[in-house]
């Protein structure tokens, strides 16, 4: 979100639209079996949705590496690609500034 944001009002815009929904809706303050059908499958892309599927799924159950392997793929190419397009905003900015 700093890649994106221009100044602090705006990161804190985003902060409150991207951030705090994205709390709400990943399962760790409700069920998501709850959550309608679509909103379950639109959570799918947010990083806390597996984060916190991976951590019930270890403190709760005990599951093994076997039981959560999706979890940690998912949260790993999440975090791959957030990482490819914050490092492309930054060299973006980077030779803008030269």
């Known amino acids: 979100?700093?890649?994106?944001a221009r100044s602090m009002p705006q990161f804190g815009i985003l902060l409150i639209l991207v951030l705090l929904?994205?709390?709400m809706l990943s399962g760790g303050q409700t069920p998501r079996e709850s959550m309608p059908e679509l909103v379950q499958n639109i959570?799918?892309?947010a990083p806390t949705t597996h984060y916190v599927m991976l951590?019930?799924?270890i403190l709760y159950r005990g599951a093994?590496?076997?039981?959560?392997w999706p979890n940690f793929v998912g949260l790993?190419?999440?975090?791959g690609?957030?990482?490819a397009f914050s490092l492309g905003r930054l060299r973006k900015s980077l030779s803008e500034i030269r």
């Open 64 to 68: 093994g590496i076997e039981a959560v």
């Open 81 to 83: 690609a957030l990482f």
């Open 76 to 79: 790993a190419a999440i975090g």
């Open 21 to 23: 929904p994205s709390q």
């Open 55 to 57: 951590a019930q799924a």
């Open 43 to 45: 959570m799918l892309v």
């Open 1 to 4: 979100m700093g890649t994106v």
